[in-house]
Every structure is written in structure tokens, then in C-alpha cells.
Nanobody
């Protein structure tokens, strides 16, 4: 099993930046793809982006050029750097990890962007 703990959410003005962290309970050398989803009130959970064990990334069109996912396998941590934030980025952000054929999720961290 894998436990994931997110941190770094909060309130920020439009145009600002936040950096979310996701700490895993086990070495992520053994974990495949990791990444982030988000869910806004009344909306379905949507993919923000993913990063492979080797560091290849993929992003939703809505965040390309503004968000960056990085991963440090030695620190068992994945980050989501969010720049040029918009009010529509307001959501609960969830870290996920694919391990041994199972998807694991963190508890989520709230990001609120004010206009």
C-alpha cells in the first residue's frame, strides 16, 4: 500500500503562485506514474497532469504552460508548481500514485484563487 499526504494549499490572488507537495509513505522508485487531479464544487474530478517514474510529464490543456509537475524519487515526493493562477483553478487537489495495479489517492488539499 501507499499513503499519500498533500500539503501546500491555501488562498492566493489571481496571477499568484502556489506549490503543492505530495509525500509518499514508501519509496517512489517502485511507483509508476504519479500526478494530480482536482475537483471543483459541482464538477467531476479531472486530471491536472502526470509524471512517470522517469520524469516524463503530461498536462491537461487548461494548465499547460502554467503548472509544472516534478518528482524526486530519493525524497519520495512529487510537487505541483502552479503559476499564473486563475479563479477557475479553485478546487481540491488530489495527489495520486499507480502502484502494483492499484491507484492510491491522498486526502486532498484546498486551493482557492480569488479574483
Amino acid at each position: 500500500q501507499v499513503q499519500l499526504v498533500e500539503s501546500g494549499g491555501g488562498l492566493v490572488q489571481a496571477g499568484g503562485s502556489l506549490r503543492l507537495s505530495c509525500a509518499a509513505s514508501r519509496t517512489i522508485f517502485s511507483i509508476g506514474a504519479m500526478g494530480w487531479h482536482r475537483q471543483a464544487p459541482g464538477n467531476q474530478r479531472e486530471l491536472v497532469g502526470t509524471i512517470t517514474r522517469g520524469g516524463n510529464t503530461n498536462y491537461a490543456d487548461s494548465v499547460k504552460g502554467r503548472f509544472t509537475i516534478s518528482r524526486d524519487n530519493a525524497k519520495n515526493t512529487v510537487w505541483l508548481q502552479m503559476d499564473s493562477l486563475k479563479p477557475e483553478d479553485t478546487a481540491v487537489y488530489y495527489c495520486f500514485a499507480n502502484y502494483a495495479g492499484t491507484a492510491y489517492w491522498g486526502q486532498g488539499t484546498q486551493v482557492t484563487v480569488s479574483s
